[in-house]
């Protein structure tokens, strides 16, 4: 399978920024995306990279190196309700999602 | 009103029982998963429909079965609950007609077996 690796747990203070790193294998790669899970709920939807470069969505970018199979996720300003999993996914061609083990995000004051 | 919904959202059942794991949809969406998420693991596939005649095995099938009653409904089946199966369950839509194919995800079931 295709595997996707990013840290278990990272701690950031408020207002702060934060960057969560996310590793992937190329082959067969077509897009990577970034969703948030509080706990007990949903993943909700943050982004979805398929060409180089940074991607900034208000307080949230996503940066994506298809060459290095390497993508981050950047949080600015960070507030307490940013304390949250981050689930990176990569999308791959013929295949379904896969995910990585999420990122546990605790925003201290 | 969601946009994805799971019932039941909490079961507690013992090892051997059947239980039905139910998914609706309003989105209109044509793909539909399931998935369930342990801790440490993240979220691992186990069957997924693109439409109402197409099902297919994820990576976790087994132990697991699903229907596809309509577009919107989407159920999955524990034949025979074992312990291992404790987990928090997602069911997800995606649109096939979008480049992204960003699924939704329903609130979770979370099952846990006795």
């Known amino acids: 399978g295709q595997n996707i690796d990013q840290p278990t747990e990272m701690t950031a203070t408020e207002g702060a920024i934060v960057q969560i790193n996310c590793t992937y294998q190329t082959s067969g790669f077509n897009g990577l995306f970034w969703y948030q899970q509080h706990a007990g709920e949903a993943p909700t939807f943050l982004s979805y990279n398929v060409l180089d470069g940074l991607e900034e969505k208000g307080r949230f970018s996503s940066f994506l190196s298809r060459s290095k199979g390497y993508s981050y996720l950047l949080l600015k300003e960070l507030q307490m309700k940013d304390s949250a999993s981050y689930l990176c996914a990569g999308d791959y061609y013929g295949q379904n999602f896969v995910f990585g083990p999420g990122t546990r995000l605790s925003v201290l004051p | ?114």
Not at chain 2, 76 to 86: F, G
């Open chain 2, 1 to 114: 009103d969601a946009d994805v919904t799971q019932t039941p959202r909490n079961r507690i059942t013992k090892t051997g029982k059947r239980i039905m794991l139910e998914c609706s949809q309003t989105k209109g969406h044509d793909r539909m998963y399931w998935y369930r998420q342990d801790p440490g693991l993240g979220l691992r596939l186990i069957y997924y429909s693109f439409d109402v005649k197409d099902i297919n095995k994820g990576e976790i099938s087994d132990g697991y079965s699903v229907s596809r009653q309509a577009q919107a409904k989407f159920s999955l089946s524990l034949e025979s609950a074992i312990p291992n199966q404790t987990a928090l369950y997602f069911c997800a839509t995606s649109d096939r007609g979008t480049i992204t194919d960003t699924q939704y995800f329903g609130p979770g079931t979370r099952l846990t077996v006795l």
